[in-house]
């Protein structure tokens, strides 16, 4: 768990059995809450909700103070991919906070359509990893772009439609301090690929908006500068002539 900038704290696990590690985003301004993306189990992200519980390091005891204000939470899918979105029961846990469910318009038929299957092929193969893994369906979804303001210091926080990884990845945009929170659209030390057809527009993406960000926190991977987004054009760029 670290804090990344003002409001915004990056909570990092292992991806146990894949060899790497996914992070979770909390984003934080007075009474409201974004979460973007929820992990594999409620039992991680009761993990990354624990500051509000915990007494032990003086980052859990701030974000715990923050959350205590929090009724609003809206929790973000950056894709419908297993280890992104099968978590979101934890907030069950609070009853005093309401909590809506924004995805891509695709990743809602997705879920529908594979989420529990998906879960069955992954329980087998991990089963450490997907302890009471479930669906929880997007309530709101879009299609390529959607605001939301959460005030303060962040304001309003831009989703946006990046096909590549898969049809329904998204990017969350903070233009203020100018982060941007990639899913699996950036990764380090490089991004895995769905549909060719959507790699000259995922490419265009990368190199446009590099110019316009400080810090990328891609799901896996470190958070860092924008170089990120011009090494994953590169390999993306070289995908197209092999």
């Known amino acids: 768990m670290r804090q990344l900038h003002p409001g915004v704290y990056g909570y990092s696990r292992p ?12 984003l934080v301004e007075d009474s409201t809450a974004i979460i973007v993306d929820t992990f594999s189990s409620p039992l991680h992200v009761l993990e990354f909700l624990s500051p ?39 907030l069950e846990e609070f009853p005093e906070i309401r909590f809506r469910v924004i995805a ?31 669906v929880v369906l997007p309530e709101i979804t879009f299609d390529s772009r959607l ?40 990764e380090d030390p490089s991004p895995t690929a769905g549909d060719p057809e959507d790699l000259p527009a995922w490419i265009g993406f990368l190199e446009d908006w590099k110019e316009r960000v400080n810090m990328v926190i891609p799901s896996h991977g ?13 390999y993306l ?6």
């Open 52 to 90: 509000r519980m915990s007494a032990t390091c003086p980052l859990c005891k701030e974000t715990g103070r923050l959350l205590q204000d929090v009724r609003d939470v809206f929790v973000v899918y950056t894709h419908s991919d297993w280890d992104h979105c099968l978590g979101t029961t934890a």
């Open 222 to 234: 470190r958070p860092q500068g924008p170089e990120l987004m011009a090494r994953n054009a590169e």
């Open 147 to 186: 605001s939301i303001y959460i005030g303060g210091n962040l304001g309003t926080v831009e989703l946006l439609s990046v096909p590549g990884h898969t049809q329904d990845s998204i990017v969350c945009y903070l233009p203020g301090p100018g982060i941007l929170i990639a899913g699996d659209a950036v």
């Open 104 to 134: 891509h318009r695709l990743a809602r038929t997705f879920l529908i359509e594979q989420g529990a299957r998906e879960i069955a092929r992954m329980r087998e193969k991990n089963p450490d990893l997907m302890v009471g893994a479930q």
């Open 15 to 26: 991806l146990t059995g894949f060899g790497m590690d996914i992070c979770s985003v909390l």
């Open 237 to 242: 760029r070289s995908l197209l002539h092999t």
